[in-house]
């Protein structure tokens, strides 16, 4: 793959935090680093999770090629949900930016990608024992219905589930775009018709809202006063979870929502990466 991911939202990441010389922030979704990176050049020290170890290993070699000292980060391998429950420090602020990274969609042989060829796989980190095909091989008819529906929020559902339940010619990720391709057709819109499905698949594989409620549940306790937890999220489910959680806090009265309305990129941000047309992000401050 050549370049780094994208960061989404950097400047107003950075903003948000409103980072300070000498503090710690921690890094739920290190990626490439982009956001940590942002956070470094301005002072910040950085402990920083991914569940990829290949994320680890570039932010590792961007880091070095940075000229960052290594004892102004931390970097852990696993997931935001378990090691959160782990660290024993607390944090100025914390940035989840949650999906997948550029590294993760451009590489084939991951299957997050229905724009190459590759295993059915989608899964983020490598010791899971369930793939995308996996899942397409053992559910019913009437789940897969409701996992398109409820994580692809796909129209065609009934009809997708039907001509995808028991399919064995199913293999790799362009027979399975193909497939839906076929079963939906082109509508007019902006994204490719298998978009939702992917989407929907690479959720469950990861179980990434179980992920996000029990990671948006345990940061609250790292959290020093003032600090900030700034989430930005790429669906709507993922989105209502964050809004839901920060207005159960604020009633708690663990601290305000800065965010009434969610952040969204400017069109010159959209321009230059179409990927950050469905971003949000929100605010909260303990
Ligand atoms: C959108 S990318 C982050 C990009 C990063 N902010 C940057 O600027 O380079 C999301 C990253 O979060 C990781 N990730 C997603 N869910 C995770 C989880 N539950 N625990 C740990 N890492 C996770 C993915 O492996 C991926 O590398």
Redesign the pocket.
């Known amino acids: 793959m050549e370049g780094?991911?994208?960061?989404?939202l950097?400047k107003e990441?950075v903003e948000a935090l409103d980072v300070e010389k000498g503090k710690w922030y921690l890094?739920?979704?290190?990626?490439?680093?982009?956001?940590?990176?942002?956070i470094l050049k301005l002072g910040g020290n950085i402990v920083g999770?991914?569940?990829?170890p290949e994320?680890l290993e570039r932010?590792k070699k961007r880091f070095e090629e940075e000229g960052i000292s290594k004892s102004k980060y931390k970097l852990i391998l696993?997931?935001?949900?378990?090691?959160t429950e782990t660290v024993d420090q607390r944090f100025a602020g914390v940035?989840?930016?949650?999906?997948?990274?550029?590294?993760?969609l451009e590489t084939p042989e991951r299957g997050f990608s229905f724009g190459k060829v590759g295993p059915l796989d989608m899964r983020?980190?490598p010791k899971l024992a369930v793939k995308a095909l996996d899942l397409l091989r053992v559910l019913t008819r009437k789940e897969l219905y409701e996992l398109f529906h409820g994580l692809g929020e796909e129209k065609y559902s009934w009809r997708l589930a039907d001509a995808l339940v028991g399919a064995r010619e199913i293999e790799t990720t362009k027979d399975l775009a193909n497939i839906v391709e076929k079963v939906v057709g082109y509508r007019r819109e902006k994204i490719h018709p298998a978009t939702r499905i992917f989407q929907a698949l690479r959720m469950a594989v990861?179980?990434?809202l179980g992920?996000?409620k029990e990671?948006l549940d345990r940061v609250k306790n790292l959290i020093e006063r003032d600090g900030r937890i700034v989430v930005?999220s790429?669906h709507s489910l993922e989105d209502r979870i964050v809004k839901n959680t920060f207005k159960k806090w604020q009633l708690e009265g663990l601290g305000e929502t800065l965010t009434k309305k969610p952040v969204v990129p400017e069109d010159s941000e959209i321009a230059q990466n179409p990927r950050s047309r469905s971003a949000k992000m929100r605010i909260f401050r303990i």
């Open positions: 780094y991911h994208r960061s989404v950097l990441v890094d739920c979704t290190l990626g490439d680093g982009g956001h940590s990176l942002g999770i991914d569940i990829d994320a932010v696993g997931n935001f949900r378990d090691q940035i989840f930016d949650l999906g997948v990274s550029s590294l993760q983020m980190d990861n179980d990434e992920a996000l990671g930005i790429f």
